[in-house]
């Protein structure tokens, strides 16, 4: 799952980082964007992307809107 202030509810989005991508759907609207941070991916879906290194932290992920 992903949050973002930018994004209705249940918009499906799909991440892409390096060679890695996935699909998710916001499910939340957080309260990141004061950090600016235009999502709030789940530990799950970082850990995916990142092959499990958790300790990068934040990481730019490339978003693809896939239904709005």
């Not at 949050?3 to 991440?15: D, E, Q, V, W, Y």
């Not at 499910?27 to 290194?53: A, H, I, V």
Request: charged share 30%; glycine share 8%; hydrophobic share 30%.
């Amino acid at each position: 799952f992903a949050c973002s202030s930018r994004f209705s509810l249940g918009t499906r989005i799909k991440f892409i980082y390096g060679d890695k991508e996935k699909e998710s759907t916001c499910n939340d609207r957080g309260e990141f964007k004061r950090l600016g941070r235009d999502f709030d991916l789940s530990k799950r879906l970082f850990s995916y992307l990142t092959e499990g290194q958790l300790s990068k932290g934040v990481i730019k992920v490339q978003a693809v809107v896939l239904d709005y």
